[in-house]
């Protein structure tokens, strides 16, 4: 129990990006596999280490550690040549897994963490990727409980016990949401997704979901330099996520049969089966500019619709 003096006296969490990042905190960067997250991780590090603005929001410059389990030194210095970022000793660290290791383990991490975070003055680590790295305890990726209860607290009890913050970079599956355990979603304090359009490969959409700030969509362009920028141009025809999940399905499934309450139940989504009907009519032209074809349906038992998904012309 608290008084409203003790509560006045709990330190407020620094901001390291507008809009996006606090400190302490524990936050995630999903996409499918060859989308660009590593890139805009390693972008998010040259904002901060080099104190440039990221994605046009400010940040507050901290040097930061970027653990990679599958990015090996050399193929690091390429891609920061390609990116044209210019790291120095004093704002950059990079550890890499051990050639004869299938993964890091976080109690040998923390050694450098320590020294990070109180002889460097970092304050982000970012961990890429989340599952080449040997937490210390046994869990199953799919399972909520071990997820909630087991993994990601060892991550959050050291942002907590170094006051810091740590991005870990993590796949999306097939049907668009958190590979493995949906305890990713609620135990982390902001999540990033990063969707690539479906016909302009360089063309992405970016959604953050965030307990301190206010959950948005930002669509990117991605330059010959592979870094992401703010998409200028209003397309109309952008998607909400929760449609870019069900059009990812429907590309797997082809045509089904099915009801919005189905639908957000199966695909668990974060939005109310009657918000969902209103978002797909809303939309229903521009998912059929995606190939996804649905037809409404009524009957004295149910309402549904039928869904169906045939490959767009892209050079129409």
């Not at 000793?89 to 897994?97: A, G, H, I, L, S």
């Not at 004869?100 to 002889?119: G, K, P, T, V, W």
């Not at 649905?294 to 549904?304: A, H, N, P």
């Amino acid at each position: 129990m608290k008084t409203i003096s003790e509560i006045k006296q709990v330190k407020e969490k620094e901001i390291l990006v507008d809009n996006m990042i606090k400190s302490p905190g524990l936050y995630c960067l999903l996409a499918k596999a060859k989308v660009g997250k590593s890139l805009l991780a390693l972008q998010l590090a040259d904002s901060l280490s080099n104190n440039k603005n990221f994605l046009e929001n400010k940040v507050i410059p901290y040097p930061v550690l970027y653990v990679s389990t599958e990015v090996s030194s050399s193929q690091l210095l390429d891609r920061i040549n390609k990116m044209d970022i210019k790291f120095n000793d004093k704002n950059f660290y990079f550890v890499e897994r051990a050639i004869d290791s299938s993964n890091i383990n976080l109690m040998d991490l923390e050694i450098d963490i320590q020294d990070f975070a109180r002889n460097k003055n970092g304050k982000l680590i970012i961990l890429d990727m989340l599952y080449g790295i040997n937490l210390g305890v046994a869990y199953d990726i799919n399972s909520y409980q071990d997820m909630g209860q087991k993994a990601l607290p060892k991550l959050r009890s050291i942002c907590d016990k170094y006051n810091l913050t740590i991005l870990f970079v993590h796949h999306l599956n097939k049907q668009g949401l958190s590979l493995g355990s949906t305890a990713i979603d609620t135990s982390v304090d902001g999540k990033f997704v990063l969707i690539q359009d479906n016909i302009i490969k360089d063309k992405f959409t970016l959604y953050i979901e965030s307990r301190d700030f206010e959950s948005k969509e930002i669509s990117l362009t991605r330059n010959k330099n592979l870094v992401f920028e703010l998409n200028k141009e209003d397309y109309t025809d952008d998607l909400d996520y929760n449609l870019i999940i069900l059009l990812n399905y429907s590309i797997i499934n082809k045509e089904y049969k099915t009801t919005s309450a189905e639908l957000t139940a199966k695909l668990q989504l974060k939005i109310t089966p009657t918000k969902f009907t209103r978002l797909i009519k809303n939309n229903i032209v521009n998912l059929q500019k995606q190939g996804l074809h649905i037809e409404f349906y009524r009957t004295s038992l149910e309402r549904g619709f039928f869904v169906k998904y045939i490959e767009p012309d892209y050079e129409s």
